[in-house]
């Protein structure tokens, strides 16, 4: 079933042209669309179901830097200010709050990494605290139970993810920006080497700049305009139940065995980190090899899945003709079904780990599709053999709290600003530039 999800109204009619096109309406996506309007650049926003409605809205709202990789800390850091700054700036609400994170463990060698990651993030000017016997079991109390250590990043905070993106949304059109719901991006086309235009179903727009913010779907789009990104999708489950607000429970915890979080609405949402199943896809065959050393590190929590996958069509080899429905039509949104086994175990580990949860019921769940790098670090930034087209794509589940950064950067670098943080990291080239020719001039 979707995950709950607000809402909005968006423009009814394509503009001839823009200064800048977004192809895809998830959280980067907007967020690219918000900054890059605040510029006073003309831009529009294409988005081929609803705005948010994949994972953008499938997942957990943590907006951390704790645990961060040292690639995406930096965008983490800012991402925190950026949230907090576009809901003064626009008065829309997302559900951002700094409630901090906390992180219980029993085990040595767990709590041993999170102590090396905070003398990492000091040197960084990132605060975090580790937590002894007594002040995690404290802290845990809801729990009812005894813990070796935790870490508390007061800092860090949620955003409610079925407000985020239709929020920001609606922040650019108040901005002149126009965002299209329903209204897929078949391809592009060039003209003199660089791109000249969209071309959707609803029309074409003209455009000598393009970001492609398409999720799970984006190395499919990328194939059609013969760019290679390795890419490849995790199919998570997560769940809902109600439960009072005052019954002491955490606002957002995590442990090894299941995660918690409150959102706006009073409901709490259980997840267990990196658990997922592997659908199988021609697309995930086809970077097989480039996805192994991370899915051998993973293959407690990875799971074999079904063919639901290729049946959705994010990750096709087939190729499409711009004149005629694309699998992105026939597949409004990915909603794929959530796996009953992980389910039952995650509210089954919930109401163990906190007893506040046992007289609780489920009250939705539901499944996303999670895109991945081989590295697990997004691709920011302009893509081989187009000029003009950039590429925002590949968050690898870390892609909801740091998107207002991510959107960010995307701005600076069509604008020429300064950009907000270093872009090296996030360049297309490190995959394997030898193999796909240089980053045209953007």
Not at 5 to 18: N, Y
Not at 128 to 146: C, I, V
Not at 241 to 253: C, E, F, H, R, T
């Amino acid at each position: 079933m979707p995950a709950p999800l607000l809402t909005v109204e968006t423009s009814p009619a394509l503009p001839k042209s823009a200064d800048v096109v977004v192809i895809g309406g998830g959280v980067v996506g907007v967020f690219a669309a918000y900054y890059l309007a605040r510029r006073g650049i003309k831009v529009a926003l294409l988005e081929k179901g609803a705005i948010g409605a994949e994972q953008s809205s499938r997942n957990w709202g943590w907006c951390r830097q704790q645990n961060r990789d040292a690639r995406e800390l930096p965008m983490a850091t800012k991402s925190l200010d950026l949230w907090e700054r576009f809901a003064a700036e626009s008065s829309e609400v997302t559900g951002f709050r700094r409630c901090g994170l906390f992180y219980l463990s029993n085990d040595d060698e767990e709590l041993e990494r999170w102590a090396r990651w905070r003398d990492f993030a000091q040197t960084v000017g990132v605060s975090t605290h580790m937590l002894n016997r007594a002040e995690a079991s404290e802290r845990g109390h809801a729990t009812g139970r005894l813990w070796k250590g935790g870490v508390f990043s007061p800092t860090d905070g949620t955003a409610d993810p079925s407000m985020a993106a239709p929020a920001v949304a609606r922040a650019i059109m108040t901005l002149g920006g126009t965002v299209h719901q329903n209204c897929a991006a078949r391809g592009i086309e060039t003209e003199g080497g660089r791109l000249g235009s969209i071309v959707t179903e609803s029309g074409t727009i003209r455009t000598k700049v393009a970001v492609l913010a398409g999720g799970a779907w984006a190395s499919s789009f990328c194939r059609q305009l013969g760019i290679r990104f390795p890419q490849a999708s995790i199919r998570s489950s997560i769940l809902a139940v109600s439960a009072p607000a005052a019954n002491g429970l955490p606002d957002a915890l995590h442990t090894a065995g299941v995660s918690v979080t409150r959102r706006s609405n009073g409901q709490y949402t259980l997840a267990i980190s990196g658990r997922g199943r592997v659908d199988v896809t021609p697309q995930q065959l086809r970077f097989a090899p480039q996805f192994l050393p991370i899915f051998a590190k993973r293959w407690r929590s990875l799971a074999p899945g079904g063919l639901e996958g290729a049946r959705s069509g994010h990750e096709t080899l087939k190729r499409w003709r711009l004149d005629r429905p694309t699998p992105m039509e026939r597949m409004r949104v990915l909603d794929p079904a959530p796996d009953p086994s992980t389910i039952r175990l995650t509210y089954d580990r919930a109401v163990e780990l906190l007893p506040g949860l046992a007289q609780t019921s489920i009250t939705e769940a539901w499944a996303g599709y999670i895109d991945s790098t081989p590295d697990g670090v997004p691709c920011i930034g302009p893509t081989p053999k187009i000029s003009g087209l950039m590429l925002a794509a590949g968050f690898s589940g870390h892609g909801f709290g740091i998107a207002p950064g991510a959107g960010h950067l995307v701005a600076d670098l069509i604008s020429g600003a300064e950009p907000i943080v270093d872009p090296r990291p996030y360049r297309f080239e490190r995959f394997d530039a030898s193999a796909w020719g240089q980053v045209a001039d953007f």
